[in-house]
């Protein structure tokens, strides 16, 4: 039987025992954005275009970052609250949750990326008739976009993103949305 586990070994069916890794140094200045890392970032002021109306977003997200040779991924949760000027009929208000995937080139001191991300929105009532998607609603989202992150310092981050984001309301049409945002984070 010793021959069954060494032929799983030797296709790749059980794991091989790893050798322990050197845990992730303390963050210095000139260290590159390397290893595996928790972000917390916030979006404190973001530009929304949807549909010809302008708009404003404030909202967040946390995960993982990880570097390898050049690349880089970011995997994370967002959450964001959203407000649109519909003139006449008030102001769309939406709430977005989503996981979101960012994949990118990365050096010492910047990420940049391609962002996806897919989720749930639910937009309150506005407190007067909608014509063109009625009032409350539940919807699901998909976006693709680009974005930078740099380091400042230790820890902080600072960077920028634009996303835009097709909003499926239940049988009701799709809401094409265009987010350009601020960011700052830090690295846990």
């Known amino acids: 039987m010793r021959w069954a586990a060494t032929l799983g070994l030797a296709i790749g069916l059980l794991p091989a ?23 917390l970032r916030v979006d404190p002021a973001a530009f929304v275009l949807s549909t010809g109306h302008i708009g404003g977003a404030v909202g967040g997200s946390a995960g993982a970052f990880r570097a390898f040779d050049g690349f880089a991924l970011a995997f994370g949760l967002r959450a964001a609250y959203e407000m649109v000027d519909r003139r006449a009929h008030g102001f769309d208000r939406s ?3 989503s996981p979101e995937l960012r994949l990118g080139a990365v050096n010492r001191r910047a990420f940049g990326y391609m962002l996806f991300r897919g989720g749930y929105t639910h937009r309150f ?55 350009l945002s601020l960011m700052l984070g830090s690295w846990l």
């Open 17 to 39: 025992v790893a050798a322990a890794s050197a845990p992730c140094p303390v963050w210095r200045e000139r260290q590159a954005m390397g290893c595996t890392r928790g972000y």
């Open 125 to 179: 009532d506005a407190g007067r008739a909608r014509l063109d998607f009625g009032g409350p609603a539940h919807a699901y989202h998909y976006g693709a976009g680009v974005g930078i992150w740099g380091r400042v310092g230790r820890r902080f981050l600072l960077g920028a993103e634009g996303v835009i984001d097709m909003v499926q309301f239940e049988g009701k049409g799709v809401a094409e949305t265009l987010f």
């Open 95 to 97: 709430f977005h949750a």
